[in-house]
């Protein structure tokens, strides 16, 4: 390979136009173009050669810097394929329950929380997880409310298809108690969460969100991602946040986003529209059903830990066909979320 292309710039011969070349070697190179290659130049921002030490040597007298990879792996910049960035970032910069080992850890970590903060007008947190409590239970929103002093919070679980709140986010929501997926005793799921999510995201201010957004892509690249996908959509997080993300993208030098909008389309004018945004597809988290942990992906059987539900469908097949459609003549790419066996024989057929 290293035949076919010339050697990077003399050290002897320098040139203001000239990139700055070097050589990383001893590593293992990920490249389609050379499956052992154990080694690569850079010139500048690109990629002149890959391939493997042998050949490496010819060039290590004639680059700028040569770089001992010590094994180490190099590989193209990853793509995150599924993000939310906003709620990333708020969960990078807010309350993680990630970490609670016990219903009442988490309840203390709320309440210190909620005290540190006493001028957020709403509360938001992530990551709790019931199946290792002790307790086996999710806290109850009278235990949130005595935690909070009877403030806004939304939170949650690990999977974020379902969350608990507070009272106070509840008197946010008109007619929430209406909403299928309330249930007053547990998680609010489907609609009902939806509507809280709304509300409780409503209350960010631009500056909030920025910083929310800003830290999700800063920690994007320090995971070595260069592109992500936002999988945004009018149920999950608004067009102000999308549309303000992909402004922010555009003018940093984080990883590039790709946006999709999850939206159904019937018409020209509904992909026009979603075009607008900035959207390249009415995908993404398009829900056709909800996720296991929260016993909403849309099942055949019944769940063995609750054989009473198999989950729950938002697009039947005839809806998921009517979308495709609309979308292929629209020119514009359609994609769908679907968890369980049932909603993906939905999008299947
Ligand atoms: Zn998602």
């Known amino acids: 390979m290293s035949e ?26 990920h490249s389609p173009a050379d499956p052992f290659a154990t080694a690569m130049v850079v010139e500048g921002d690109r990629i002149a050669w890959v391939g493997e030490e042998g050949a490496a040597d010819s060039f290590a007298d004639g680059v ?31 309350l993680d329950l990630s970490a609670a080992g016990t219903l009442a850890d988490a ?26 409590w002790p307790e086996g239970r999710a806290p109850s929103r009278t235990e949130l409310d005595a935690a909070t002093g009877g403030r806004p919070l939304y939170l949650t679980r690990v999977d974020v298809h379902s969350a608990v709140v507070t ?17 007053p005793d547990a998680p609010l799921t489907g609609d009902a969460h939806h509507a809280v999510r709304r509300a409780a995201y409503a209350t960010l201010t631009p500056a909030q969100r920025a910083e929310a ?57 509904d992909a026009e529209r979603i075009r607008e945004l900035g959207a390249i597809g009415a ?25 009473s ?9 005839d809806a998921v066909a009517a979308h495709v459609a609309a979308c292929t003549e629209a020119g514009l790419q359609a994609g769908f979320h679907a968890i369980g066996d049932a909603a993906i024989s939905s999008v299947v057929d």
Request: aromatic content about 4%; some cysteine.
């Open 167 to 183: 009272t106070a986010l509840l008197d946010l929501v008109p007619g929430i108690r209406d909403r299928s997926g309330f249930h």
């Open 107 to 132: 309840l203390a970590r709320i309440r210190a929380y909620a005290d540190a903060r006493p001028s957020d007008r709403v509360l938001l947190g992530h990551g709790w997880d019931t199946s290792a």
């Open 309 to 317: 539900h198999t989950g729950t469908a938002h697009l039947d097949t």
């Open 64 to 94: 700028d810097e040569v770089v001992q990879l010590d094994g180490a792996l190099v590989t193209p910049a990853f793509t995150d394929a599924h993000v939310h960035t906003t709620a990333t970032g708020l969960a990078l910069t807010g």
């Open 4 to 29: 076919h292309i010339p050697a990077p710039a003399r050290q002897h011969d320098p040139h203001p136009a000239q990139p700055r070349t070097v050589l990383l070697r001893g590593g293992e190179v």
């Open 283 to 307: 995908a993404g988290d398009l829900f056709v059903d909800g996720s296991l942990g929260s016993h909403t992906a849309h099942l055949h059987a019944p769940y063995a830990d609750s054989p």
């Open 213 to 269: 957004q800003a830290a999700a892509l800063a920690r994007a690249a320090s995971l070595g991602i260069g592109s992500l996908h936002e999988c945004a959509g009018p149920e999950i997080s608004g067009e102000d946040d999308f549309t303000a993300l992909l402004a922010l993208a555009r003018q940093g030098n984080g990883p590039r986003v790709v946006g999709y909008w999850a939206e159904t389309v019937a018409s020209a004018k």
